[in-house]
Every structure is written in C-alpha cells, then in structure tokens.
C-alpha cells in the first residue's frame, strides 16, 4: 500500500530555511517520478518541483536558485530544502506519487 508522509514544516522569517521530507513506503520511490505542489490559502495546487526516475530536476520559476529536491534511495525518503523563504512561500507543501498525496506539512514564512 502506497504511503506518502511529510514532515519537517514550520514557522520561519523571511529569509529562513526549512527541510521538508516525505518517508515513502509500499513502493520504491526511486523508480517513480516524485513531485512537491503546494497549496496556499484561498488558492489551487501549484507544483514545486519533480524529481524523475534518472535524478533529472525541475523547478517552478519563482523558487529556482531557493529550493532544492533530492532524495535518499536508502531512506525511501524525498526532500525538499527550501533557502531564502519568502512569505509567498505560506503554504501547505504535499509529496506526489502520480495521484497520490500525503497528509501535507504547513510552512509558514512569517515575521
């Protein structure tokens, strides 16, 4: 049974730093495209970033240079190590498998 569990969210100031991780279990997560969306208040799903099955990286425009996707073949484990947080960032950040989700982790980047 696939299983998606985020954890590592926060309150943080402007110009802080987060490391968000997704323990993933019933599948190799390796082997599959992993994504991070985010939902912020009032608003829909927007991706982040995706990791493919060859490491090859994406980003969303506004947070390339900040954010960093990596995962741990070991842990069964995805990240997502977020630098130079910007209130635009407050939002609930969900791992992907295809169409499923975790339960999310609240980020809050806030003075």
């Known amino acids: 049974q696939v299983q998606l569990v985020e954890s590592g969210g926060g309150l943080v100031q402007p110009g802080g730093s987060l490391r968000l991780s997704c323990a993933a279990s019933g599948f190799i997560l390796s082997m599959y495209t992993m994504k991070w969306v985010r939902q912020a208040p009032g608003k829909g799903l927007e991706w982040v970033s995706f990791?493919?099955?060859?490491?090859?990286?994406t980003y969303l425009d506004s947070v390339k240079g900040r954010f960093t996707i990596s995962r741990d073949s070991a842990k069964n484990t995805l990240y997502l190590q977020m630098n130079s947080l910007k209130q635009e960032d407050t939002a609930v950040y969900y791992c992907?498998?295809?169409?499923?989700r975790g339960q999310g982790t609240q980020v809050t980047v806030s003075s």
């Open positions: 992907e498998k295809g169409l499923r």
């Open positions: 990791i493919d099955s060859s490491g090859s990286t």
